[in-house]
């Protein structure tokens, strides 16, 4: 008896000690994991801080100009208020309703953050808040990355993917420090989006397809490429159906998510009913009654006897063909009526690529929407484009409904990438989460290699000559399958030790990964630092700082009268609002492509025609870009070709063939087209440029390498009033009437000012 009780007291100390074990080696993993995501969410931060360092705590480009100015609002007025603001400083006359033509995400984020900032008694202005959110939320965007992959494969490719997803140059691109844009917040949403959706469909909770309705909502009201979302899920819930995949915890996932998605993007203005008029919304809820269908068949099929199911089959096939023809029907009707079948410009530009160019030109003509170069696939994606198909071969081994999503998820972010180089940044989280698990799965298998012993390795051996020889016997036919099993079971059991490397080979391949990752970094940080952190509103070349851009609207801001009109290039009409406080005609919103085309006639129209034109629209200024003098390239002269192209598609008499030489090509020496030569941007551009040097290199465009085929001429309707120091910015006054006394003198042209320059 004291034997029997002094086994039983053995075995419950070992049992103790063998949870006490697991126990503590579960906690060093939990910490170790904390660590890692520690070390990776600083390196996301800190890595996209270069702007700040190198140049100054700044708005980047243009349209974060417009967030911020709209931040600065809310901080003053509150959310309400910025709910229901109308601007008129922009869109002359018309005004804007910045809360029904804005995805307030971004914009709510920054001024809660701001608020509670405040609350805390931790003085900051608001601009600093707007400039450090994309670098905060780099971070964030590692954790959900972290959370999505872990879902789907574990902790390791969690950790791998977030590891290289902090430092791809595609997403660094867009979330440096002082890029206050939409995707600052949106690919987190967008990661966090997938990672709740995946969750819900592994559980099949209820409660976790509650998340995913708020991380939807926020997603919608971040950014507008939620549309890509809800296409991508139900393409996946295709997928399982087809592929015999449908299961209650799909259902808990999809089918809350079509409807109350719906609701929760009706709720943001700028969406509004397009949530289920546009066809781009389409397939969700097609794919919503084919799932209902299926599962209406399976459980049919479960209740009723064979013969009772099959006359119900016939009954729901012929009634179900009528029903089904007739809501064809109707909505082929509805979608014909619209002379883009039902879906916005943008997304027609992504299904064909040279819908843009053909029919929306304003949409083609920024840069962001052309196609990448393969280059650029390399430059911004770096060792992650080689991994990544590694990484879609290992989603199958094995095939999981996650695994599933991954891989349907990577390859349409390949497609939209390649039609518009903006959607880079979509591919970059999918080739990180691709690359994280085949880089997991080659890790895990090194690391398995050199930990293996010699009694693993010589079992191992004996599974394989096991499995070889019960190939090789006809007689073990039937115990091959019994064996293979065995024997994977037993692999899998001992962690995979079958076909391991010997420990100099795994070694040596250490070594490899370490220096791939090593250079992959070094790639990341170089591209940060010296490609994506310099602000366009400030340049710099060759260590000399060019600073005109804010000279010029400094200069609007403080000399002309507060309601003046200026008149530009849409490119810089957010710049102007949010840094000079003045009126502008157009702006970045693009969303009136009349008014736009107005203004891009003006520029391309004569002096006279021009001056009537902008007489119409109120215009008291107008400026032009020029980078003629110092060698910048994104000038209005390199742009004028798009502003002819824009307006000639609302104004016949524009004809870009005027603006070309006898061969069709655009130049501006002395073969230019005899309309570019009258152009009013070619005059503003070019007047007085010719005084700056003498000799041969008199009226010699350093952008264009040619001398200007057009000199010496004088304004009669425009006057100039400011010229930067570097001739970057050039600002002129229409004159108040047309026929004013010519002979009067130029205040500026007379100025010492101009002497100096």
């Avoid at 509150?78 to 005004?95: A, E, H, Q, V």
């Avoid at 959370?147 to 440096?176: D, H, N, Q, W």
């Avoid at 064909?352 to 920024?366: E, F, L, N, R």
């Avoid at 390399?378 to 199958?396: N, R």
């Amino acid at each position: 008896m004291s034997t029997s009780v002094a086994t039983d007291t053995t075995n419950v100390a070992k049992t103790v000690t063998k949870a006490s074990s697991v126990q503590k080696d579960g906690s060093l993993a939990s910490f170790a994991t904390f660590a890692c995501m520690t070390v990776i969410c600083v390196l996301a931060s800190s890595v996209r801080l270069f702007s700040v360092i190198k140049y100054e705590s700044v708005i980047h480009e243009f349209d974060p100009y417009f967030n911020y100015r709209v931040t600065r609002f809310l901080s003053k007025e509150g959310f309400y208020n910025t709910w229901n603001f109308f601007d008129s400083f922009t869109w002359y006359p018309l005004g804007r309703v910045i809360g029904g033509t804005m995805y307030p995400g971004l914009i709510f984020t920054a001024g809660a953050v701001w608020n509670l900032l405040n609350w805390l008694r931790i003085p900051i202005h608001v601009q600093e808040v707007c400039v450090f959110t994309a670098p905060v939320f780099a971070a964030f965007c590692a954790i959900a990355t972290f959370l999505f992959m872990k879902e789907v494969r574990g902790t390791g490719a969690g950790l791998a993917s977030a590891a290289l997803i902090s430092v791809v140059p595609s997403y660094i691109s867009r979330s440096v420090a002082g890029s206050y844009d939409l995707e600052a917040v949106a690919i987190f949403a967008l990661m966090f989006v997938f990672y709740l959706y995946v969750k819900t469909l592994n559980t099949g909770s209820l409660a976790w397809a509650s998340a995913l309705f708020f991380g939807y909502l926020y997603m919608v009201s971040s950014w507008g490429g939620y549309s890509f979302i809800v296409n991508l899920l139900p393409i996946h819930c295709l997928a399982c159906i087809v592929f015999g995949r449908v299961s209650y915890r799909l259902y808990v996932a999809y089918a809350p998510f079509v409807i109350l998605g719906a609701l929760a993007a009706m709720n943001i203005p700028v969406i509004g009913f397009n949530a289920v008029l546009m066809s781009e919304h389409f397939a969700s809820f097609l794919v919503f009654g084919l799932l209902h269908l299926v599962l209406a068949i399976k459980y049919t099929k479960q209740v009723l006897s064979p013969s009772a199911y099959n006359a119900a089959k016939r009954a729901v096939v012929s009634g179900g063909a009528i029903l089904a023809s007739i809501l064809i029907l109707l909505i082929v009707s509805y979608v014909a009526a619209s002379p883009t079948f039902g879906w916005t410009g943008r997304s027609l530009s992504l299904l064909d690529p040279t819908y843009a160019s053909k029919y929306i030109p304003i949409i083609a003509s920024v840069s962001e929407h052309q196609p990448p170069n393969w280059s650029m696939f390399f430059s911004d994606l770096h060792i992650t484009s080689l991994l990544a198909p590694a990484g879609v071969i290992m989603c199958f081994m094995p095939l999981t409904d996650a695994s599933l999503f991954l891989v349907l998820y990577g390859v349409t972010a390949v497609y939209f990438s390649g039609v518009m180089v903006r959607l880079m940044l979509v591919l970059a989280p999918a080739v990180s989460c691709l690359s994280g698990l085949a880089l997991s799965e080659l890790l895990g298998y090194l690391g398995r290699s050199l930990v293996s012993t010699e009694a693993e390795n010589s079992e191992s051996k004996k599974e394989e000559e096991e499995v070889s020889s019960s190939k090789s016997s006809q007689k073990a036919k039937k115990q091959k399958g019994a064996a293979s099993a065995a024997a994977m079971a037993s692999t899998r059991k001992k962690g995979g030790t079958r076909h391991l490397l010997s420990k100099d080979v795994a070694i040596v391949g250490c070594i490899g990964i370490s220096l791939m990752l090593g250079v992959y970094y070094k790639h990341g940080v170089y591209i940060s630092g010296n490609m994506y952190s310099a602000p366009s509103i400030v340049l710099q070349s060759g260590g000399k700082v060019f600073d005109d851009f804010r000279e010029a609207y400094a200069w609007l801001r403080h000399n002309t009268p507060e309601d003046a009109k200026i008149a530009s290039w849409w490119d810089y009409g957010y710049q102007t609002t949010a840094m000079s406080n003045r009126t502008v005609l157009v702006d970045n919103n693009t969303w009136n492509n009349t008014h736009i085309a107005t203004v891009g006639r003006a520029m391309a129209s004569p002096e006279k025609k021009a001056w009537d034109i902008l007489e119409s629209l109120d215009a008291d200024y107008v400026f032009v870009i020029f980078g003629g003098v110092i060698g910048y390239p994104s000038d209005d002269i390199n742009k004028f070709l798009w502003m002819v192209r824009i307006g000639g598609g609302v104004f016949p008499d524009i004809r870009e063939s005027d603006y070309l030489d006898a061969e069709g090509r655009y130049r501006v020496d002395s073969e230019m087209g005899p309309a570019l030569r009258e152009s009013l941007v070619y005059k503003l551009s070019y007047y007085r440029f010719w005084e700056l040097s003498q000799g041969p290199s008199r009226g010699m465009d350093r952008v264009r390498g040619t001398t200007i085929g057009y000199m010496d001429y004088e304004l009669e309707y425009f006057e100039e009033v400011f010229t930067t120091t570097h001739w970057m910015v050039r600002i002129f006054k229409r004159k108040p009437a047309p026929n004013a006394d010519f002979g009067l003198e130029n205040s500026y042209a007379k100025s010492s000012f101009r002497k100096k320059q």
